[in-house]
């Protein structure tokens, strides 16, 4: 069984500075894929980064990285030089790798509110 | 390079109607995945499918909820007799046969259907 813990229900950050999104996990598999998904007001889920288990390095992607600490469970999400355009909600999510692809796990998700 | 498509994108059904749901996955995709986000939650898994085949139905409801995904067309997601309950976005995923991909990003959304039960 796979657990995503988003503890942060909401978040506020000044426009232009960074923000971190918490995510702790739980799963047995050796295995897995973590993931943020981004939701706008207008519903869609955008994908934006992954992390691999077994990848050294954290992920990053332009303003996002991922805070990857696998002791710990967590893989937080960064977004730096907040933009008013970031505002929405943020999604962790997992899946085992040996299972198939596509099966995720989802936290409740984090409000991100980005203020002028 | 059209990604997965949904239709409806909002639907509006009367307690006792039946709604139908359509996903068509990326083209090359062969494995459809149904997931229902209800309101200020998180996407929950419903069931996940192959061409003609339902591999695992485990998120989805015993009763009243069906769903395929035939040789020719899209991905159906099917629910009948409908409740207020049902009032949810489902959203639609799909991905490669993994024989193919590994890539991370390889389960990509549709823009959700917005099911309300009036």
Known sequence: AQKI?????????QEKEAVTLD???DTSDQSYGLFWYKQ???GEMIF???QGSYDEQNATEGRYSLNFQKARKSANLVISASQLGDS???FCAMRGLNTNAGKSTFGDGTTLTVKP | NAGVMQNPRHLVRR??????LRCSPMKGHSHV?????LPEEGLKFMVYLQKENIIDESGMPKERFSAEFPKEGPSILRIQQVVRGDSAAYFCASS???RQSQSPGSAFFGQGTRLTVV
Do not use: K, N
Request: aromatic share 20%; net charge positive.
């Open chain 2, 15 to 20: 307690r006792g109607q039946e709604a139908r």
């Open chain 2, 96 to 98: 490669p046969d993994r």
């Open chain 1, 48 to 50: 934006l980064i992954y």
């Open chain 2, 33 to 37: 995945y149904w997931y229902r986000q």
């Open chain 1, 88 to 90: 929405a909600m943020y």
């Open chain 1, 40 to 42: 706008p007001s207008s």
């Open chain 1, 5 to 13: 813990t988003q503890t942060q229900p909401g978040m506020f950050v």
């Open chain 1, 23 to 25: 995510c702790t996990y």
